[in-house]
Structure formats: C-alpha cells, structure tokens
C-alpha cells in the first residue's frame, strides 16, 4: 500500500467516525424533540377557531392569511390553523350572518356584522383559545427546545469540523450545562 493510499484510508475513517459522531447528535436531537412531543399540539377544535376568528376580527377587518398570522402571533407560535380549517370557517360565518366578504386588490376581506359582533362579545365564562392555561404554558415551554435544537446544531459543527481538542472542549461545555440545568431542577 503507497503512502498516498494509506493517507486516504486515515482520511476516510476520521470523516467517518465524525460523520457518526454527528450522526449521533441528530439522533440525540429527535429524542429531545420526542420528550417535549406532550406540549399543547398545533391543532386545535373546531370551536376554537370559530372563537379564534370572532375574535380576531372584533378588533378590524382582515383577510384570511392576517387572521392566520394574528392568532398565530397571539399563541406565541404554538397555534397557526390552516388555510383549510380558517377559510371553511369564515364561509361557515358568513352563512350564519356573522361576517361579510368584500374584495378589495384581489383578496377578500372579512369584518364583522353587527350581529357578529354581539356574537364575538366575549364572556366570563369564554376566553379567546390562545388565552387558555394550556396555551400559555405550552409557550412558555417552546422556548426550551428551541434553545436545545440550537444547541444540538452548534454541537454538530463542532463534531463534524473541530479538531480532537475542539471536541473535548464541546463535550465539557455540553456536560457543565446538563449539570446546571440539573441544579436549576434542585433549587426549585
């Protein structure tokens, strides 16, 4: 075997073993993501997104996708509905004499008819569905992974593009911020 020959073998077995290094994070980064699967989901009732849009449009008229934007603004995130659950439900309003359409460039914009209004009243029984505990813990909670997933990305450069001694250096920082976030766990 030449010496150019035996290089490449090296070569090949380091970006091996780094490949399954990184490899490794990715599948360290899905069971993370798994363990946060039991926040509040992005799905919601239907009667949710009734309220949702009564809501919304309590404060102006909009269009479909602002009242997509606005209750996903609203939820932090943790709620966008579709096009194809928001839409029905407009159509659904407008039958009920709830909410008007006018087209204005090309898009339709939804407001409230006074009855609709009266209907969107909210009660003290009734919160509007981004407003539920569920929602707000859920929000709150989001900020964790998203925090670890970048995290997980930072550590799978590393593995894949830092030297021996970059990787130590990875793996001591990782380890020192389980343990504070253990801590974090015992203080409280």
């Known amino acids: 075997m030449n010496r150019s ?3 490449n073998l090296f070569g ?22 798994d363990s946060f699967d039991q926040r ?9 997104v009734r309220a949702a849009v009564l809501a919304i449009l309590a404060e102006e008229p909009m269009h479909g996708y602002q009242i997509i934007r606005a209750i996903e603004e609203r939820s932090n995130g943790m709620w966008k509905p579709s096009p194809g659950s928001v839409y029905p439900t407009l159509q ?3 039958d009920e004499g709830f ?5 204005s460039d090309g898009k339709k914009t939804y407001s409230l008819t006074e ?9 003290a029984e009734r919160s509007a569905p ?19 997933a970048q995290l997980a990305q930072a550590a799978a450069q590393v593995a ?7 990787v130590a250096a990875a793996v001591a920082v990782l380890d020192e911020a389980r343990r504070k976030l253990y801590s974090i766990l015992a203080q409280g």
């Open 130 to 148: 981004w407003e539920m505990p569920g929602m707000r813990a859920a929000g709150r909670a989001s900020a964790i992974p998203k925090a670890g």
């Open 40 to 48: 509040a989901g992005s799905r919601m009732g239907r009667g949710d």
């Open 115 to 123: 009855s609709g209004r009266e209907e969107a009243q909210p009660s």
């Open 12 to 33: 090949s077995r380091a970006r091996a073993s780094a490949e399954r290094a990184a490899t490794g994070l990715w599948g360290a980064m899905d069971q993370m993501w």
């Open 5 to 7: 020959n035996t290089s």
């Open 160 to 166: 894949r593009n830092g030297s021996a001694e970059d």
């Open 99 to 103: 909410v008007t359409a006018a087209e």
């Open 92 to 94: 659904l309003l407008a």
